[in-house]
């Protein structure tokens, strides 16, 4: 932003400038540093003003805005391209005649800036300096490049937030720009939408050089939705990556995790076979290992091996055999022509059984009772 000066000799022709006629009877410069000087109370504006600036200043780099209509703008604010004295603002009471240097400092930013934007609302119109730099723009501008920006309040009626000196300056009707969706705008709604097309109508009015607000919106908006279906296109875009990464790293994962299992059963079926062929003693551990086996995938090698395991150990007592289509065990038979020997008599009657009881009063072995 331009350096603001500071001579004595430019604080002496604002003074001047103070007192001169209207603004009807004197000529504008021929270039001004700034495009709009803004007018404002730092409570409650201070960040809405601030907003603006930086949205203002950086229209001609917005990639939002046709670039037919792209122009460069500059903005003053205070605290911004000049700044007011600590004691000034401590006792801003006694700043307000022609004389005062904090007041003159800001008479030649006035000076050097095409259009003055107002910031004002039912809170701020009484503000001791907007109302100073209002009153001097109305003298020696008059109300031709003057535009009031309503920034909160819940009435737009102009008696209840505008400055008495642009009422009376007969500015009831004239337009005027209305900022206080910026207040609850929500990303995305109508209150956002209003506020962006409020900014570019004060955009447009900065600009001047024929240029419609209307053309602006339109192409913001244009320009906007396109952006907005470019980023749904790169989000779904960055959404079907991810979703193919993760299908490519889950099929990783199960194949992973099938060779591990098709491994770990191939080495408990060998394991089967050889501890039932290899070593007698460790038949039982064979079993388990091809029952683990076929637990795990039940392959045909898995199914052989067990069987293997149980024909060894049913040798001496038997056969037995595996039944794979319901994946369990048939007991084991006897040989045929052998058969389980037969209890006699007496030896039932020496144990007794669940049936066989004792009579009553009876005396048990070394004359214990039952």
């Not at 803004?38 to 670039?67: C, K, M, T, W």
């Not at 723009?137 to 008059?142: I, T």
């Not at 898995?302 to 039944?323: C, F, K, N, T």
């Not at 669940?354 to 070394?366: E, F, L, N």
Request: hydrophobic letters at 40%; one cysteine or more; aromatic letters at 6%.
């Amino acid at each position: 932003m331009p350096a603001a000066p500071t001579p004595a000799s430019a604080i002496a022709d604002a003074a001047a400038d103070h007192d001169g006629p209207p603004a009807e009877g004197r000529a504008e410069p021929d270039s001004f540093a700034y495009d709009a000087f803004f007018s404002y109370a730092g409570d409650p504006d201070h960040h809405l003003v601030r907003e603006v600036e930086a949205f203002i200043e950086g229209l001609h780099q917005n990639p939002l805005i046709p670039p037919g209509l792209r122009r460069e703008l500059e903005a003053c604010v205070d605290g911004s391209d000049f700044k007011k004295p600590r004691a000034a603002r401590r006792n801003e009471a006694q700043a307000r005649d022609a004389g005062d240097p904090v007041f003159q400092l800001i008479v030649e930013h006035l000076r050097r800036s095409r259009h003055l934007a107002v910031f004002v609302g039912p809170a701020s119109r009484d503000h001791r300096w907007l109302n100073q730099e209002l009153e001097w723009w109305l003298r020696h501008r008059g109300t031709e490049r003057l535009l009031l920006v309503l920034t909160h309040g819940k009435t737009c009626e102009p008696s209840e937030w505008m400055p008495r000196a642009a009422r009376q300056a007969g500015m009831g009707g004239e337009l005027w720009f209305d900022f206080r969706a910026s207040r609850q705008a929500a990303p995305g709604s109508a209150s956002t939408r209003l506020y962006e097309e409020e900014r570019l109508r004060l955009a447009a009015a900065l600009m001047g050089d024929g240029i419609a607000a209307s053309d602006l919106v339109k192409g913001y908006k244009a320009l906007s939705a396109q952006a907005r279906k470019a980023e749904r296109v790169k989000n779904l875009a960055f959404a079907g990556v991810a979703v193919l990464l993760a299908a490519g790293l889950g099929w990783a994962i199960r194949d992973g995790l099938d060779q591990a299992e098709a491994n770990r059963a191939g080495i408990w079926t060998t394991l089967a076979g050889a501890g039932a062929t290899l070593d007698p003693d460790r038949r039982l551990d064979a079993l388990s290992y091809g029952l683990a086996a076929l637990k795990t995938r039940p392959t045909a090698a898995a199914y052989h091996a067990v069987a293997e395991s149980l024909q060894i150990l049913a040798e001496p007592a038997g056969e037995a055999q595996i039944d794979p289509g319901r994946r369990r065990l048939r007991r084991a038979t006897a040989p045929a022509g052998r058969r389980r020997p037969r209890r006699s008599r007496q030896h039932a009657a020496a144990r007794p059984g669940r049936h066989h009881r004792r009579p009553a009063g009876a005396v048990g072995p070394a004359g214990h009772h039952p």
